[in-house]
């Protein structure tokens, strides 16, 4: 919006936006129009995966067909590749490059001043080789969270055992054993106003680009709680700008949330807790972006996720009645803001049956 708002963009005559936000007639008008001479077509990421810019214009295919320009950094090369395929369809002719900001390269590690200096082949190479070392990072972290989680499962698994044989000692060793391997445990007293926190047990609010589930799936699903490259945990505090408290989220299109019991989040629709409030809830919750079961084109894959029984512990902690769809586009609450608080009741059935609840203080229903 901020680009659209200046006077270079409003020197291009021929111009279009494609929004998720537009309805799935709207959308088809734009995509066809966009591969036609003279056309430019501004849009976000989402539509950078499985959507059809088809050029039957014979003029723009003489002149060498659809030209595509990312304007970011894709998080791995699978979705760059996606973003490439937007062009050159069908066997005809295409191209593509990348303009990109100083700012986005030094995310990466990358020098915008040395980047300058390098022929766009040399600094392509740099820059798939440093998107190709982060993703090698966070495929060691989530091994090593898939190692902790292993070990917390054996930990849970025997703790059961304890109980189910009566064993009051030795569930109690069990317990403590399981309660010090989790990696959070009881929040400190930070309060809205304060600087903002850490995301802890009773205290976190997970948001993500993509869809909340019960597994994990590139670029489609997450898993709540296990972070990854489409979203971020966001602790107790004041955020006056949505944009900074997750941008992660907002970059792969805000699509869901997931609310921590004994945590509160409210979503303000503009900056510095202005606006209308476009969602205010107790956890446990989810929220899922109303967006993926309206449009018939993706509704199929994603909206049977939404309610239906997932596995264990999640089941647990957000079963369906605490689910729901948003009343508006998610899309379209990046620019606003958000407060959480913690000390919130939690259900009796979690402190009884899910070790890192056990330990708050946070009153119970």
């Given at each position: ?5 200046t ?35 501004f849009?976000?990421a989402?539509f ?7 050029c ?16 970011f950094i ?13 062009t ?5 002719d ?55 989680a ?40 930070r ?15 997970h948001?993500?680009g993509v ?11 997450t ?9 971020e ?57 109303e ?33 729901e ?5 998610m899309?379209l609450?990046?620019t ?16 009884d ?13």
């Amino acid at each position: 919006d901020e680009y659209l708002a200046t006077s270079y963009c409003q020197t291009i005559r021929n111009r279009s936006l494609l929004r998720e936000s537009h309805s799935h007639s709207e959308k088809e008008h734009v995509i066809k129009k966009a591969a036609t001479a003279s056309q430019a077509t501004f849009t976000t990421a989402v539509f950078g995966r499985g959507t059809d810019f088809i050029c039957n214009d014979a003029k723009l295919l003489a002149a060498g067909g659809v030209h595509v320009v990312q304007t970011f950094i894709a998080a791995d090369l699978s979705e760059e590749k996606q973003i490439q395929g937007r062009t050159a369809r069908q066997g005809k002719d295409g191209t593509y490059c990348m303009v990109l900001l100083g700012k986005d390269l030094q995310e990466f590690d990358i020098d915008p001043v040395e980047a300058g200096r390098k022929r766009p082949e040399e600094l392509y190479d740099v820059l798939k080789c440093a998107i190709q070392q982060r993703g090698r990072k966070l495929s060691k972290v989530r091994q090593e969270q898939f190692q902790e989680a292993e070990k917390r499962d054996e930990l849970t698994h025997a703790y059961f055992d304890a109980l189910l044989n009566a064993d009051a000692v030795l569930a109690r060793q069990r317990f403590a054993e399981l309660y010090h391997s989790l990696p959070v445990g009881r929040p400190k007293a930070r309060r809205v106003g304060e600087t903002p926190a850490g995301p802890e047990a009773g205290a976190r609010v997970h948001f993500s680009g993509v869809i909340m589930n019960d597994y994990a799936e590139d670029s489609h699903f997450t898993k709540p709680y296990e972070e990854d490259a489409y979203g971020e945990y966001v602790g107790v505090g004041e955020y006056p700008n949505n944009e900074l408290a997750f941008p992660n989220s907002i970059r792969f299109t805000f699509d869901s949330v997931a609310v921590d019991a004994g945590t509160r989040v409210t979503i303000f629709s503009k900056p510095n807790f202005e606006g209308e409030v476009l969602w205010d809830k107790v956890g446990p919750a989810i929220i899922v972006n109303e967006h993926w079961r309206s449009d018939p084109k993706y509704a199929p894959k994603y909206a049977p996720h939404v309610f239906r029984t997932w596995a264990e512990p999640l089941q647990s902690i957000f079963p369906p009645e605490v689910r729901e769809w948003s009343c508006t586009n998610m899309h379209l609450w990046n620019t606003g803001s958000l407060r959480i608080e913690d000390g919130e009741a939690i259900p009796q059935r979690l402190k009884d049956t899910v070790p890192e609840y056990a330990c708050l203080s946070n009153p119970t229903y």
